[in-house]
């Protein structure tokens, strides 16, 4: 069985960094590209970007580029999603998701962020 | 890269059949076979519920389908029931190698 473990729910200082995880079971993690998708409170799905494990070759959205950083550990079948410095408005839901072929077919439970000071 | 189009909200009778459209463009939706339609109920993560266009995940009711032309691609439900209200967003690759999502459309069954 496919399975994709978030990591918990995060409360941060506007200017403070974040990485949060995103474990994978049930398939082979190298060869099946990750993403991330963010929700905001009340809002749609954004896609930010994706990742492929087996060489971390990254794609990101233009939204999203330059403000966050994916990557990968495919020793441990983990993808991360990182900031380097956050904003009140990266309060959000983010999911991660197994992307096989052009969908997601499977996807994690979400981490909830909420950033203020 | 712009969100795909979809309707705000639809809604229906149980019983009934509605239609979702998606409206990108030649660079998304017209330009690929990888339109897929995702299923989320408050609070819950999103459902895969056609890929490809127009194919079913194994455990979905064949009360989903999907199409496209040209430009616009379209979820059906039909034989609507209570459990189907939820929120619905398409996805498509584009031509940047990335991936787009629709606006959301909310479903309502009076």
């Known amino acids: 069985e496919v399975q994709l473990v978030q990591s918990g729910a995060e409360v941060r200082k506007p200017g403070e960094s974040l990485k949060m995880s995103c474990k994978a079971s049930?398939?082979?993690?190298?060869?099946?590209?990750i993403g991330w998708v963010r929700q905001m409170p009340g809002k749609g799905l954004e896609w930010m970007g994706i990742?492929?494990?087996?060489?971390?070759?990254?794609r990101y959205s233009p939204s999203f580029q330059g403000q966050v950083t994916i990557s990968a550990d495919k020793s441990i079948n983990t993808a991360y999603l990182q900031w380097s410095s956050l904003k009140a408005s990266d309060s959000a839901i983010y999911y991660c998701?197994?992307?096989?072929?052009?969908?997601?077919?499977?996807w994690g439970q979400g981490t909830l962020v909420t950033v203020s000071s | 890269q712009s969100a795909l189009t979809q309707p705000a909200s639809v809604s229906g009778s149980p019983g009934q059949s509605i239609i979702i459209s998606c409206t990108g463009t030649?660079?998304?939706?017209?330009?690929?076979?990888?339109v897929s339609w995702y299923q989320q109920h408050p609070g819950k993560a999103p459902k895969l519920m056609i890929y490809?266009?127009?194919n079913r995940p194994s455990g979905v009711s064949n009360r989903f389908s999907g199409s496209k032309s040209g430009n616009t691609a379209s979820l059906t439900i039909s034989g609507l029931q209570t459990e189907d209200e939820a929120d619905y967003y398409c996805?498509?690759?584009?031509?940047?190698?990335?991936?787009?999502f629709g606006t959301g459309t909310k479903v309502t069954v009076l």
């Open positions: 998701a197994r992307f096989s072929g052009g969908y997601g077919a499977n």
């Open positions: 049930g398939y082979s993690f190298p060869t099946e590209w």
């Open positions: 990742i492929y494990p087996g060489d971390s070759d990254t």
């Open positions: 030649s660079s998304d939706v017209g330009g690929y076979n990888y």
């Open positions: 490809d266009v127009s």
């Open positions: 996805s498509s690759y584009t031509s940047s190698s990335t991936y787009v």
